[in-house]
């Protein structure tokens, strides 16, 4: 009996990112949210196009970026910047762009406010659509002392013998 082979890695394929993201999937929501709101009305700065250098990204892809990370517990900038490089889902959702980590760190830096009446925005619209029911918001943030930490720690035999007990 034969294993499965794979495909050749050097195969084409004609494929687009369309095809692999499903029509009911949340990065979906997220494009279409961060499309329909105002983005002067929450405070962001919109970048205007200028005649020299490189052309800067949109507003609205960092937005996307930022929302998805809140949605998946990804919060670094480093750790963004790896997801579009490696993500499918926020590849569709950036339309294969792929900003550096200190392009997004720049803009968390320059728009504080925005970006939490953003979160509160987004939040709100889930109520109202009663997609979530609000009742329970939770965050871990609770501090433990490792069992190896500096206070337990005995080298002499007594400490030993009491642990070890």
């Known amino acids: 009996m034969q294993h499965i082979s794979g495909i050749s890695r050097e195969q084409i394929s004609f494929t687009s990112l369309e095809d692999y993201i499903s029509c009911n999937h949340e990065v979906r929501f997220i494009d279409a949210f961060i499309n329909e709101i105002d983005l002067k009305k929450l405070g962001f ?15 609205s892809v960092f937005l996307k970026l930022y929302l998805y990370g809140y949605l998946n517990g990804i919060r670094s900038s480093r750790k963004l910047e790896k997801e579009c490089n490696r993500n499918i889902e926020v590849q569709w959702l950036l339309q294969g762009m792929a900003p550096n980590y200190h392009s997004i760190s720049d803009f968390r830096k320059d728009n504080p406010n925005a970006l939490r009446q953003l979160f509160k925005l987004f939040v709100s619209f889930l109520k109202d659509e009663e997609l979530v029911a609000g009742e329970l918001i939770a965050i871990d943030g609770t501090n433990h002392t490792a069992i190896y930490s500096r206070p337990f720690r005995k080298y002499n035999r007594v400490g030993i013998f009491v642990w070890c007990s």
């Open 45 to 59: 700065q919109v970048q205007t196009l200028k005649k020299e250098g490189r052309p800067s990204f949109q507003t």
